[in-house]
């Protein structure tokens, strides 16, 4: 958000991200986005509230943020060697007009072959804490990947092209008329 002008603030929700009992995961990503956004919204009523939950999916497994270091040890195992697909949703929100717009994005990720050992290094780094499908693809974990199909920003957490074109939806963000940069708050 910083790199076309936008001031924000991270106000993390009070939400769950815990799948339903059958619940595809394109279905959760969206509804997870949808309630986090609702909810930071339900407290901050005058504020656009953006918000976004992704997930990885891999031989139909649904892959979310591992909840220890052995876990993300299993997790990329089960990737190393293979295409995985990255879906991210992201929710607009304005609770006091009653706005919201919504985007899911889909993103072909193909990991190197990896021997236990690199993915025990990894994990060490402890940037596989808190990441879907237990990497970070704008640090470290961009080692893990040999190839990417699609949005790049999307595997990071936000897809901004399609978050940029849903700030312009709501008349938050336009094309800057004059200065440095590509974009200026609208009004």
């Known amino acids: 958000m910083r790199s ?5 603030r991270v106000i993390p ?3 769950e991200e815990i799948p339903r009992p059958g619940e595809a995961p ?18 901050h009523p005058d504020a656009f509230v ?10 139909g497994r649904l892959l979310g943020k591992p909840t220890d270091r052995r876990e993300a040890h299993r ?6 060697g293979r ?33 236990g050992r690199e993915i025990a290094a990894y994990t060490r780094t402890g940037e596989c804490d808190d990441k879907a ?12 990947i040999e190839r990417i199909a699609g949005s790049f ?4 957490g936000l897809p901004m092209t399609q978050t940029l074109a849903m700030l312009q939806r709501a008349r938050i963000l336009s094309v800057a008329r004059s200065g440095s940069g590509w974009y200026e708050l609208a009004g």
Do not use: W
Not at 75 to 80: D, G, H, N, Y
């Open 4 to 8: 076309i002008g936008v001031p924000f």
């Open 13 to 15: 929700s009070r939400i």
């Open 83 to 115: 295409e995985h697909r990255v879906h991210t949703a992201a929710c607009l929100v304005q609770e006091r007009r009653g706005y919201m717009d919504e985007t899911c994005v889909t993103t072909r990720v193909r990991f190197r072959p990896l021997t």
């Open 26 to 43: 394109l279905r959760f990503v969206r509804r997870a986005a949808r309630e986090k956004g609702e909810e930071v919204s339900s407290r």
């Open 75 to 80: 997790m990329l195992s089960l990737l190393a």
């Open 153 to 156: 920003t999307n595997v990071v």
């Open 133 to 144: 499908g237990a990497y970070a693809a704008q640090g470290a974990g961009n080692l893990l």
């Open 50 to 59: 953006i918000s976004a939950d992704t997930v990885v999916v891999v031989g």
